[in-house]
């Protein structure tokens, strides 16, 4: 648990987290600020934005600016779990499918390579055309 945003920057940079719970007004500043640095060093980690404030204005513009999900204090346990098991879900499918491009990427290199080595075993006469 980090004590401030500053604190939090630091804690990402050195440990690998799922997920990021924060208020709107953190001790030392914005914690809408501090999400939009969170997203810009770790696109995927999803940020779930807590707050007493009840202005809709700030949960949509938490929401724009790259929140997961925004949660009204006070709330349940239960609203608080199915918030985070939703996030954590889909910080998991943007992982699979994060592994799967770079797998498809893979592979279009090795076809790309095989087909530039083609034309040469054309030319060497190791294959007929008909």
Known sequence: MAASGLEALEMLGQIDFDL???EVVVGDG???ALMEQIREQQPQLPVVMVTAVH???VAIDSMH???YDYLLKPFDGEHLLAGVRRALDHRKTL???YSHQQKLEHAVQARTGALRFAPDVFAQG???RI
């Open 55 to 57: 202005d809709i204005n």
């Open 95 to 97: 992982q699979e499918s």
């Open 30 to 32: 914005n914690g809408i």
């Open 126 to 128: 190791g294959i007929c």
């Open 20 to 22: 990021v719970l924060t």
């Open 65 to 67: 600016r790259g929140a």
